[in-house]
Every structure is written in C-alpha cells, then in structure tokens.
Nanobody
Framework: VRLMESGGGLVQSGGSLRLSCTTS????????IGWFRQAPGKDREGVAC???????NHADAVKGRFTISRDNAKNTVYLQMNSLKAEDTAVYYC???????WGAGTQVTVSS
C-alpha cells in the first residue's frame, strides 16, 4: 500500500487549500481512510475520515471549514480546507483505517 499526499503550501489566514491523497496497492475501494495532522511539538491528531460507504466525520476543530471527499475512480481522497487559521499549520497525512504505513505528508503553513 502506498499513500502520497500533495497540495500543501503557504497560505494567508482565511485562505483555502485542497489536499490530495493518491492511493495505490489497495485491493479494492472497500476501505476507510482519514486525514491526520501533526503540528510542531504536538501529537498527531485525526482531522477527518470517510468510510467505504461515503459517510464522513470531521474533528470539532475543523467542522464547517474542512471537507473530506473521495474519488474512487481516481484512487484519490481530498481534503478541502477553507477559512484556514494559523492553528491549522501542520504536516498533513492521509492513511487507511486501520492505520497502515505513513507517507511523507504535506506541509500546510497558515500565516496570520
């Protein structure tokens, strides 16, 4: 299984970014997947997740601002991030649920 995150960058507070997670090596589309983030000096935390059925869940800190989605035809999961805040600054990762190996992540930096 291989996961590759992309789409991070530097954005001003209030701005938007869309992260992408391309998956390969998974036997089917029947898996749950999530986005996670790790800020400097903090533990990695869950941001959003989506089951195989398409039902999603978002952490309270990002609810109403971030949206997870998936395109099974493209083997890609997205995280649309709007109204970004400085506290959203972190390295963002995607992973299957249950967790597999971690990818390199993509850096998101929000300037205030």
């Amino acid at each position: 299984v291989r996961l590759m995150e992309s789409g991070g960058g530097l954005v001003q507070s209030g701005g938007s970014l869309r992260l992408s997670c391309t998956t390969s090596g998974l036997p089917s589309d029947n898996y749950a997947i999530g986005w996670f983030r790790q800020a400097p000096g903090k533990d990695r935390e869950g941001v959003a997740c989506m089951g195989a059925s398409g039902i999603s869940n978002h952490a309270d800190a990002v609810k109403g601002r971030f949206t997870i989605s998936r395109d099974n035809a493209k083997n890609t999961v997205y995280l649309q991030m709007n109204s970004l805040k400085a506290e959203d600054t972190a390295v963002y990762y995607c992973n299957t649920i249950p967790l597999g190996p971690w990818g390199a992540g993509t850096q998101v930096t929000v300037s205030s």
